[in-house]
Nanobody, 119 residues
Framework: QVLLVESGGGLVQPGGSLRLSCAAS????????MGWFRQAPGKERELVAA???????NDADSVKGRFAISIDNAKNTVYLQMNSLEPEDTAVYYC?????????????WGRGTQVTVSS
């Protein structure tokens, strides 16, 4: 079992920055990739960015050049640095982890943290 705890959300003005953190505990050693998804009201949950323990990343086109995902393998923590935030970035941001188990890949989710971009 893996427990994911997010932090760092809040209210920010357009053009501002926020840094989200997600710490994994439990069987964190089994995690192979971590990432961030977001869900805005009335919309489906979408991938924002993902990173493998080896450092390979996958970013959504809508955040390329503005957001950066990174991972601290020693701390089992993934970060999302969000710059040049836009009102369209307003959503609940969820941390995600895929862990390798004897039965295949198990996906875990955090409870989410609210990001609101508004003047």
């Amino acid at each position: 079992q893996v427990l994911l705890v997010e932090s760092g959300g809040g209210l920010v003005q357009p053009g501002g920055s926020l840094r989200l953190s997600c710490a994994a505990s439990g069987s964190a050693f089994s995690i192979v990739t971590m990432g961030w998804f977001r869900q805005a009201p009335g919309k489906e949950r979408e991938l924002v960015a993902a990173i493998a323990r080896g450092g390979n990343t996958n970013d959504a086109d809508s955040v390329k050049g503005r957001f950066a995902i990174s991972i601290d393998n020693a701390k089992n923590t993934v970060y999302l640095q969000m710059n040049s935030l836009e009102p369209e970035d307003t959503a609940v941001y969820y941390c995600n982890a895929d862990a390798a188990t004897g039965l295949g890949v198990q996906t875990y989710w955090g409870r989410g943290t609210q990001v609101t971009v508004s003047s």
